[in-house]
């Protein structure tokens, strides 16, 4: 960027920082290879298979920036560190929404050992303690097989495969 559009670019944060929403219209043009170039390094670095696209990072950051009020505008600099924090932010929370929906989303919360009573005989079940003794194992092998179990099951439950992962 050379050091004419730097002046205008600082030009329009400013303006936009009075709120101007009209510099803001202008200055997206302006930077948008900028923008484009960080969202390309940023989801390159994601794990593999990741679902956002560089395009709708570059859009979320822009609605983002619309409802940005509390930042006084200094310089370009500034507007790319800002946008590349709210990048980074909107990675991260698309990721977290990603493991709460894989990991059930708002599915109902049932408490697992107790929906599993299903011994005729209350007076066979065996805390962890009494099952590491039974079989021969420590109480962390006892709770690492139970999660274990807990993770096929609901895997299972929902039509998973129990091949490989």
């Known amino acids: 960027m050379n050091a004419t559009s730097s002046q205008e670019l600082t030009g329009l944060l400013l303006a936009w920082g009075r709120g101007d929403e009209e510099a803001l219209q202008k200055l997206i043009p302006l930077v948008y290879g900028h923008l484009h170039?960080?969202?390309s390094r940023y989801i390159a670095n994601e794990r593999r298979?990741?679902?956002l696209q560089?395009?709708?990072?570059?859009h979320e950051t822009y609605l983002r920036l619309v409802n940005v009020r509390k930042v006084k505008w200094q310089n370009r600099a500034q507007f790319h560190a800002i946008c590349a924090r709210l990048m980074r932010r909107i990675l991260i929370d698309f990721a977290r929404s990603r493991g709460y929906q894989k990991r059930g989303g708002g599915a109902p919360h049932v408490k697992f050992d107790e929906a599993l009573l299903v011994t005729a005989r209350p007076d066979a079940n065996l805390d962890v303690k009494e099952t590491a003794e039974v079989l021969r194992v420590s109480q962390d092998t006892v709770m690492r097989d139970w999660k274990?179990?807990?993770?096929w099951l609901l895997r299972d439950l929902r039509?998973?495969?129990h091949h490989g992962s």
């Open 148 to 151: 274990l179990a807990k993770v």
């Open 54 to 58: 560089t395009t709708a990072l570059i």
């Open 37 to 39: 170039a960080a969202a």
């Open 159 to 161: 039509g998973g495969s």
């Open 49 to 51: 298979g990741h679902t």
